[in-house]
C-alpha cells in the first residue's frame, strides 16, 4: 500500500527541465517559452543582493518587515492588509490552502496558469475550468455561472496568461459585486506593470467594492527582472485574510538575498519601467511581423504574445526548437491549437522571425512542387 495519499497520486507531475545553453548542433537556445525577462535587474539591485549574501549565514527576517512597509507605502494600503512570499506560486498556493478542502471546489478560466487546477487536485476540491472567449478574454457571466454551494475559490488574471488580454474596468466591478461574498476572489496580476503601461485599470480601486473576501498578488519576476529570486507580494481585503496567508506559509520562504533585492527594486522604478517600455514595443513590432506571415495575434498587454497560427502549433514549435528557439504550445484555439511567445531581447525575437520565416519558404516551396 502506498503511503502517498490519492488525492497526490493523481496529480501530473511535469518536471521543469532546464535547457541548456547551447543545443546539440551548436545553435543558442533562446529561452521565449517561460515568459521571463531578457534583461536581469537593475545594477543596484545586484549590488544590494551581493551584500545579502554576506550574510546569509543568518535567518533573513520573517516578516519581510522593510518590504512590506515600501509595498504598504507604494500601493497606499494599511500593512496589515499585505504580504508577500517566495514567488507568486506560493502566494496562489496559499489562497487554496486557506480555502479549499476536499468537496470544494475552484472555479478559474480555461486556458490558465496551469497551477491554479493542480493546487485544487493537491486538496482534493474540484477544478471548474470555465472557457475563455474566442478572442481569449475571460467570460465573465460565464465564470459567475459555473459557481455552486461548493465553490470557495475563484481566480482570475489581468493580463491573462496564457492569452495575454487584459479585464475591463466594469468586467473587474462585475465580477467583485456579483461573486458570492462567502468565495475568495484571487485577482493574479503576476503581469500588473504590463497591463498598466498598456492603458488597463488599477484593480485595487474596483476590488474595494467588493463585500466579501478578495486579494490580489503581484510579482518582481517580470517587470524586475527577478524571477530567478522568487519574489511574490499581495494585498489582502482585511488584514484577517492576510494573516490567514501568513499562517500557511514557510517559515523563512523569502530568503534574504530576495528580500534585499525586492527592497533595492522598490527604489529602481525607472529600471522596470524602461523594460516594459522595450517589451511592448517588441511585442507590437513582433505581432506585425507575425500578422504578416498568417498568424493571428491576439490583442494583449503581457511580455508575451499569443497566436493562432496558421499550421499546427506542435509543428512550428518543434521547427523553432530546431533552429535553437523554445516556445509554448497551448491546448487551446482550434484544430492547429495556439502558441505562447515570450518577448525576448531584440536578438532573440529576430531569431524566432527567421525561423518562422524560413518555415514559410518551405511550406510555399512544397505547395508549389504538389501543384506542378
Not at 521565449?32 to 551581493?50: H, I, R
Not at 490552502?97 to 475552484?106: F, K, R, V
Request: net charge negative; hydrophobic share 45%.
Amino acid at each position: 500500500m502506498s503511503v502517498i495519499a490519492p488525492r497526490v497520486r493523481t496529480v501530473a507531475f511535469h518536471p521543469l527541465i532546464e535547457p541548456p545553453e547551447v543545443s546539440g548542433s551548436g545553435k543558442v537556445i533562446r529561452r521565449l517559452n517561460l515568459n521571463e525577462s531578457p534583461f536581469g535587474p537593475a545594477e543596484e539591485v545586484v549590488v544590494a543582493m551581493n551584500a545579502a549574501a554576506r550574510v546569509s549565514n543568518r535567518y533573513p527576517d520573517g516578516e519581510a518587515s522593510r518590504l512590506i512597509s515600501l509595498l504598504s507605502a507604494d500601493m497606499k494600503v494599511e500593512a496589515a492588509r499585505v504580504f508577500v512570499g517566495a514567488g507568486s506560486n506560493e502566494l496562489l498556493a496559499a489562497s487554496a490552502e486557506i480555502t479549499l478542502d476536499p468537496g470544494t471546489a475552484m472555479v478559474a478560466p480555461s486556458p490558465a496558469f496551469p497551477t491554479y487546477k493542480k493546487l485544487a487536485s493537491i486538496r482534493g476540491a474540484d477544478f471548474i475550468g470555465v472557457p475563455v472567449r474566442e478572442d481569449g478574454s475571460i467570460d465573465v457571466d460565464a465564470m459567475l455561472s459555473a459557481v455552486t454551494p461548493s465553490t470557495r475559490l475563484m481566480f482570475v488574471s489581468s493580463p491573462h496568461n496564457p492569452t495575454g488580454t487584459v479585464m475591463r474596468p466594469d468586467e473587474i466591478m462585475k465580477l467583485a459585486t456579483h461573486l458570492p461574498a462567502d468565495i475568495l476572489l484571487h485577482f493574479d496580476e503576476a503581469y500588473y506593470e504590463f497591463g498598466r503601461a498598456a492603458g488597463g485599470p488599477e484593480t485595487l480601486p474596483i476590488l474595494q467594492h467588493r463585500e466579501g473576501a478578495w486579494l490580489s498578488t503581484r510579482t518582481f519576476s517580470k517587470a524586475f527582472g527577478l524571477a530567478g529570486a522568487r519574489v511574490g507580494y499581495g494585498v489582502a481585503s482585511t488584514p484577517e485574510i492576510a494573516t490567514a496567508i501568513r499562517k500557511v506559509r514557510p517559515n523563512f520562504s523569502l530568503n534574504i538575498m530576495a528580500l534585499a533585492g525586492a527592497c533595492a527594486a522598490m527604489g529602481a522604478r525607472e529600471h522596470a519601467e524602461d523594460l516594459v517600455r522595450f517589451i511592448l514595443d517588441e511585442r507590437d513590432r513582433i505581432a506585425a511581423k507575425l500578422s504578416a506571415m498568417g498568424y493571428r495575434c491576439l490583442a494583449g498587454a503581457a511580455n508575451f504574445v499569443t497566436v493562432l497560427p496558421p499550421l499546427p502549433a506542435a509543428e512550428i514549435a518543434a521547427h523553432c526548437e530546431r533552429n535553437g528557439v523554445l516556445i509554448n504550445v497551448l491546448d487551446w484555439g482550434g484544430a492547429n491549437k495556439s502558441l505562447r511567445i515570450t518577448i525576448g531581447a531584440t536578438e532573440d525575437n529576430d531569431a524566432l522571425v527567421q525561423a518562422l520565416g524560413e518555415l514559410a519558404a518551405q511550406q510555399n516551396q512544397s505547395s508549389h512542387s504538389i501543384a506542378s
